[in-house]
């Protein structure tokens, strides 16, 4: 190999040498072999030229500065070929170790963004200057994935912020900064405005400082705020481990607990030591399954989902320009604070205009919050405000081409309100409920229009939760479904598309996820033990409490009203053993949930959440009665899958990724294992495993267990759960 096709080489008369990184093949750089190659040649020349070489600016010729490691690689990483991997990035890094070195300032022109591997190759420059560019991010995103940076990532921030910072600041949380915040907290050094303005800079640092040299290869060097063996340092330490817990819960995420090791670790070694740590915890994370199951998710199926792997082919994507949110309670609020954050016109409507006005405000609280903390200027935030019309009066929804409709839970009112409006907006507008649980089939017969008519299902809070459920009824048209896609994409929001069904995915498959840590309760186990099961197995919201929130009156409401849909179509009703609990708290002891003051917990004067209800103890509760606690993780983890496994066969759910993400930033399903069929697919054993321990928990805890048809004959063929053909 002696040329280099992935890095320019640009030498002007004064000797600074500019390595612009233009991977042909590619619309962003990334870290592929001909990147490798091209490093090797370009620093090799480097070495040889040096004498006629006055300093070196890095930066890219695309929109993003460089993407880092491939992660279809990544994902295929075994056990076996993890000495590879090892090998492999140890090279990388001795190539940047030599750029790092030469002995002449390098300087990174950060011209867009800076992610994982990115920020580790700018790491390596003396000096970093960001070209202040819209949407261009700076940071190390790894633990997002189940990964450490292994670039050099954790080795260098360490030795540039000290640790604490590198781990809060970096490492542990994986915050993507802006070109502003990233100089705030230290990972660069300046700020551009324009790219003629970056390479200025660049040109200065270099003329400013002819014999550069990091900082930790300088005589006398000492990493910020001390090692661990530093006696100031010893002070922050035993802070880690807790902060550790409060991030995952208690819940199996490998990469923060590798990260810190190899945060702490290498501290307390030289630097080439410290890079050879660094690489043993990346490759154990990068063969380990969580990694996997993370990459799949948050990467490659998000990017499905979001991109429209599941909407109508051959639509024109159109823009809503006006929306009308009719009930501005609580989802009705958010929905219209999400549109207008979006730049879409909103008619917010309400029974009275008191009401619309009160829903408004939630918005105005929401704006005023995001100046004060910086997050927006007032200008916009006016600009948004600005944006939202409430009021009572169907004759201001003219013109909407859009209408989302949030008001009480009741096919009869929802009915109501459609008849109220349909012949006042868009005579085209795309109709949708907010409906959480009623069939949208059935609602869609209220309106004249059914093929617009749709089910756009928001989760609560709207402003912060990222999914969007989109029910496709039986009369929906492909063009009303891509309209809900582009609406949802419109907004920044994810959107996953089922099809019509009671409850949904989402609905019902957290049903069962409640259910059992109910029916736990009522088999006598401790309550407080259930709670911690759920936390543990990685869970957002503990079991009980999240009943509480929901009230208990609700799923009963929607029980009996499923049950009675099951009877009338000739069925029977399987009783779940959670029913006869929530019966019980209900009518035997008063206790509707957090909202009528009492539930599985107290509540406080203030509406508080405080401590388990004792009388749980006293009803429930079987003295000396236990299970093991992975049956108890596994009985609320399995009974979502396998549910999901049933929706797939019904045909509700059509695409695994949808699952996958639906189920994480929906309700709550671990992230650790890559979303409700992600679980499936890396459970020990593969879905044979799963299947085999599928059959253990039915016979100790009851048929709801067995195995679908799907997934046995999946098994037997050594097939998995993926969207691939
Ligand atoms: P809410 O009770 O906070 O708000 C309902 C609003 O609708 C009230 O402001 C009410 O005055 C208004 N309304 C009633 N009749 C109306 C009419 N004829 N015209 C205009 N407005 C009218 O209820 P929430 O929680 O906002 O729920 C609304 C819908 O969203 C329901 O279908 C619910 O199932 C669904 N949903 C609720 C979620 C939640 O977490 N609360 C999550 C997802 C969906």
Redo the contacts with the bound molecule.
């Keep these: 190999m002696t040329e280099s096709t992935t890095i320019r080489w640009e030498q002007d008369r004064t000797g600074v040498v500019t390595l612009v990184i233009d991977d042909p093949r590619q619309s962003a750089n990334t870290m592929n072999q001909a990147f490798r190659d091209s490093l090797a040649v370009v620093t090799d020349r480097l070495e040889a030229e040096k004498d006629t070489i006055r300093g070196v600016i890095i930066t890219s010729a695309k929109k993003t500065f460089f993407a880092g490691g491939d992660l279809r690689d990544l994902i295929r990483v075994t056990p076996e070929t993890a000495q590879d991997l090892f090998d492999g990035g140890m090279a990388l890094k001795r190539q940047m170790r030599r750029i790092e070195t030469l002995g002449k300032p390098v300087v990174a022109a950060i011209n867009g963004a800076a992610l994982g591997g990115g920020y580790e190759l700018a790491l390596a420059c003396h000096h970093r200057i960001a070209l202040d560019a819209p949407g261009s991010k700076i940071g190390c995103p790894e633990v997002t994935l189940g990964l450490l940076p292994g670039g050099g990532g954790v080795v260098r921030t360490v030795r540039l912020l000290g640790i604490t910072d590198a781990l809060l600041k970096v490492l542990l949380q994986g915050t993507q900064y802006n070109p502003r915040r990233a100089l705030e907290n230290g990972l660069v050094d300046e700020v551009a405005d324009t790219r003629e303005d970056m390479l200025a800079r660049a040109r200065a640092f270099i003329d400013a400082h002819p014999e550069s040299a990091q900082p930790w290869d300088r005589p006398g060097y000492r990493i910020p705020g001390g090692t661990p063996a530093h006696p100031k340092f010893a002070a922050n330490l035993p802070a880690f481990p807790a902060n550790l817990r409060k991030q995952t819960g208690g819940a199996p995420y490998p990469a923060p607990r590798n990260i810190m090791a190899a945060a702490v670790e290498g501290a307390q070694v030289d630097f080439e030591t410290a890079q050879v740590i660094e690489a043993r915890y990346f490759v154990e994370l990068a063969a380990g399954q969580t990694s996997k199951n993370m990459i799949q998710a948050f990467f490659f199926d998000l990017q499905a989902v979001n991109s429209g792997a599941n909407r109508p082919q051959g639509i024109e994507p159109r823009k809503v320009t006006k929306v009308a949110v009719?009930?501005?309670?609580?989802?009705?609020a958010g929905i219209a604070y999400a549109c207008a954050r979006a730049g879409i016109d909103v008619v917010l409507?309400?029974?009275a205009l008191e009401?619309a006005v009160k829903g408004k405000g939630y918005s105005e609280k929401l704006c005023a919050k995001a100046v004060a903390r910086g997050r927006t200027s007032q200008e916009k935030a006016d600009a948004l405000l600005a944006r939202i019309t409430p009021t009572a009066e169907a004759a201001d929804l003219a013109g909407c081409d859009a209408v989302i409709e949030?008001?009480?839970?009741d096919t009869s009112?929802k009915h109501?309100?459609f008849q109220e409006i349909q012949d006042v907006v868009a005579p085209d507008a795309l109709l949708c409920s907010?409906?959480?649980?009623l069939p949208i089939t059935a609602l869609a017969e209220g309106v004249e229009r059914q093929g617009d008519f749709i089910g756009l299902?928001?989760?609560?809070p709207v402003d912060k939760m990222p999914l969007v459920e989109i029910i496709r009824g039986e009369r929906t048209g492909d063009e009303a479904l891509a309209r809900a896609f582009d609406l949802v994409r419109q907004i920044n929001k994810t959107p996953i598309v089922v099809n019509d069904s009671r409850g949904f995915f989402t609905s019902r498959v957290i049903g069962h996820f409640i259910n059992e840590g109910v029916a736990m309760v009522g088999e006598g186990i401790e309550p407080a033990s259930v709670e911690q099961a759920a936390a543990q197995a990685g869970y957002p919201a503990k079991v009980l409490s999240l009943m509480d929130e929901l009230t208990l009156t609700l799923p009963r409401r929607i029980r009996l009203e499923s049950k009675r849909a099951v009877e009338e179509a000739g069925g029977t009703w399987t009783p779940h053993p959670a029913e006869a609990v929530v019966d019980r708290m209900v009518d035997e002891f008063g206790r509707p949930g957090r909202s009528g003051g009492a539930g599985f917990y107290e509540y406080g004067e203030d509406g508080k959440r405080a401590a388990l209800w004792p009388g749980l103890r006293e009803h429930f509760t079987r003295a000396g009665h236990e299970i093991p606690f992975r049956d108890m993780q596994e009985r609320m983890l399995f009974s979502e899958a396998l549910d999901t496994v049933r929706l797939l066969e019904e045909g509700v759910l059509t695409s695994v990724a949808d699952a996958n993400i639906g189920s994480i930033l929906g309700i709550g399903f671990p992230g650790w294992t890559g979303g409700v069929l992600q679980y499936v697919n890396g459970y020990e054993g593969g879905l044979p495993g799963f299947v085999a321990r599928a059959r253990e928990l039915a016979e100790r805890y009851g048929e709801r267990f067995a195995p679908p048809a799907l997934l046995v004959e999946k098994a037997e063929k050594g097939e998995v759960f993926t969207d691939a053909r």
């Design positions: 009719l009930g501005a309670g609580m989802m009705g409507k309400d029974v009401s949030a008001v009480f839970e009112l109501k309100v907010n409906t959480s649980t299902h928001f989760f609560s």
